[in-house]
């Protein structure tokens, strides 16, 4: 692990092209567990512990943008040496990835958007999703997991898996200030921006995500130029768990289809 002169922590394994991979609301950079050692036998893999999350923590300027979490990508990409990344975000990473997409193309290989939305403005959010955030923010963290699986995992996704991803995000998962602190990403909106998209995408969504429900990701795709819509059958939102091997065989044909 290293930091950032401004406190960003962020993690360096394997060797090649650089694939930067950008994590969701309140998830440490160890919740890519099932992808990085894939990865980084191919490429250089760079995580990113967001701020509020992870050995990063509470850093200032809360409530974070994510202009300023994309900033925080481009000082990672900086302190590693690398000019260009395959760049791979999911959830609320994912917006941090249309921004640099957006606004630092020079910087961007490729971009995957995974269980994303284009802007809390633009979302697809059903009722059932709304009712659940809402009685998820006033629930004591132990019941919190419990009551997330249905809206995280698919049905077919075994509680021995579920169990693996707890332990690997226990302790650095953002607490509530971190949580709360990251909630500044819902100010952003990628809309306007996405139709001059310059940047090879694909949009990987899972048929079944009951969070960030696919029409988001289709509204994504068919916002962009010539994006590549790829819906994941048995996923739900953690589609990076429930079908591991078959989303890191995208990504790494991706990467080589845009060498």
């Not at 980084?40 to 202009?67: M, S």
């Not at 975000?89 to 990835?97: P, V, Y």
């Not at 990701?217 to 589609?239: F, T």
Request: charged share 20%; net charge negative; hydrophobic share 40%.
């Amino acid at each position: 692990m290293t930091k950032t002169s401004n406190g960003i922590a962020w993690y360096d394994e394997g060797s090649g092209s650089t694939v930067l991979l950008v994590m969701g609301l309140a998830y440490p950079a160890a919740a890519w567990f099932r992808q990085v050692p894939v990865l980084a036998r191919h490429h250089r893999v760079l995580t990113v512990d967001n701020r509020g999350a992870g050995e990063t923590g509470l850093v200032d300027g809360a409530p974070y943008t994510v202009e300023q979490m994309t900033q925080d990508c481009l000082d990672v990409l900086d302190a590693a040496g690398v000019q260009k990344a395959h760049v791979v975000g999911i959830s609320m990473g994912g917006l941090m990835a249309q921004e640099l997409g957006l606004s630092h193309p020079e910087r961007v290989q490729s971009l995957t958007l995974m269980s994303t939305h284009p802007g809390i403005a633009q979302a697809v959010m059903p009722t059932d999703v709304v009712e659940f955030l809402m009685a998820r923010a006033t629930m004591p963290a132990e019941e919190r997991g419990e009551f997330s699986i249905p809206f995280n995992y698919h049905p077919s996704t075994s509680r021995e898996l579920i169990a693996e991803d707890w332990q690997a995000r226990e302790a650095g998962t953002a607490g509530p200030e971190g949580y709360a602190a990251q909630g500044g990403t819902a100010l952003w909106s990628g809309w306007d921006g996405l139709p001059t998209m310059s940047v090879p995408t694909q949009v990987v969504h899972g048929a079944q995500d009951r969070l960030v429900v696919p029409a988001n990701g289709e509204k994504i795709a068919d916002r962009l130029p010539d994006a590549k819509l790829v819906l994941v059958e048995g996923a739900n939102h953690i589609v990076t768990t429930d079908k591991a091997d078959e989303v890191n065989a995208l990504l790494l044909a991706w990467f080589q289809d845009n060498a």
